[in-house]
């Protein structure tokens, strides 16, 4: 089940292209992420229900209560695909790698030895209630020799609960992701029209560019996004780009804002505006 979620699982700019020719519009970040989920759920699902029947029809597993046995297989299958999706769609290749590393410990920590204070390391003694196995393997253990009080009902609510971080940080990180592209969408069109604009105030040979750093980290965000942004200008042929604040004349950072208020004016509702050394 871990392993099916590690296929492909971004949708391909040509499919986001037909989608919002279909409907009219882009398709948002959180209908990208349950929508393309949606099909690596219902192959988990296929995929749970395959070995749980086959476990109890063909190698004939005995098992007290078959319904719920077949719910702890179908509610295991969402949310060790969903951990595994939301990584990977979150984090690309870095996130298939944790996916991986989260498989292993969980065969080591959780792998069915019990009980595990004897027979596993200090390491996974640590780390096995956080476990999804932990609590997957309880629950199919009830449904298949009996329940004893409300365990099955713990372990089943413990299994669902894995999912809100989850779900959070997939939908979360795939609207940063979203403003991260617009962003330097509309940079782009920023650059070129401030170019313009200092043509015309005398400054020809001076180049402007909007950077984009990854914010406290590769993967680090807050309520602003994902990056860090700020404006690079070269004054003359053959310098570098460098921070404005950092080499900008008085004079020239007046021009600069000048440009910038020119080009922003639609949407700055400012009405006066003093400049000095322009």
């Known amino acids: 089940i871990f392993m099916v979620a590690l296929m492909s699982v971004t949708v391909s700019p040509?499919?986001?292209?037909?989608?919002a020719k279909k409907f009219g519009r882009a398709p948002r970040p959180g209908e990208l992420y349950l929508g393309r989920y949606g099909v690596f759920c219902l192959i988990g699902l296929a995929q749970a229900l395959i070995v749980g029947l086959g476990n109890v029809f063909f190698l004939g597993v005995e098992c007290e209560h078959f319904w719920l046995y077949l719910a702890a297989c179908c509610l295991a299958s969402v949310v060790f695909t969903n951990l595994v999706y939301?990584?990977?769609?979150?984090?690309?290749?870095?996130?298939?790698?944790?996916?991986?590393?989260?498989?292993?410990?969980?065969?080591?920590?959780?792998?069915?030895?019990?009980?595990?204070q004897m027979l596993s390391a200090p390491l996974f003694q640590e780390i096995y209630p956080w476990?999804?196995?932990?609590?997957?393997?309880?629950?199919?253990?009830?449904a298949m020799a009996g329940i004893y009080g409300d365990q099955y009902l713990v372990q089943m609510g413990l299994l669902?609960?894995?999912?809100?971080?989850?779900?959070?940080?997939?939908?979360?990180?795939?609207?940063?992701?979203?403003?991260?592209?617009?962003?330097?969408?509309?940079?782009?069109?920023?650059?070129?029209?401030?170019?313009?604009?200092?043509?015309?105030?005398?400054?020809?040979?001076?180049?402007?560019?909007?950077?984009?750093?990854?914010?406290?980290?590769?993967?680090?965000m807050d309520e602003t996004g994902l990056d860090e942004v700020q404006f690079l200008m070269s004054a003359n042929v053959g310098e570098d780009l460098k921070p404005i604040q950092k080499i900008a004349s008085g004079g020239e950072l007046a021009r600069i804002m000048l440009a910038l208020k020119n080009v922003l004016a639609e949407n700055d509702h400012v009405g006066s505006l003093v400049f000095d050394e322009v």
């Open 131 to 142: 476990l999804p196995f932990a609590h997957s393997m309880p629950a199919l253990e009830g």
């Open 160 to 220: 669902a609960a894995i999912l809100v971080p989850s779900l959070i940080l997939g939908l979360v990180r795939r609207r940063g992701e979203a403003l991260s592209r617009a962003r330097r969408e509309a940079a782009k069109a920023l650059e070129e029209r401030i170019q313009t604009e200092l043509a015309q105030l005398d400054m020809p040979k001076v180049r402007f560019q909007v950077e984009f750093r990854p914010k406290a980290g590769e993967y680090a």
């Open 86 to 116: 939301t990584l990977t769609v979150s984090f690309g290749n870095i996130g298939k790698a944790l996916a991986i590393i989260g498989l292993v410990l969980q065969l080591a920590g959780a792998g069915g030895l019990m009980p595990v």
């Open 14 to 19: 040509a499919r986001q292209a037909a989608l």
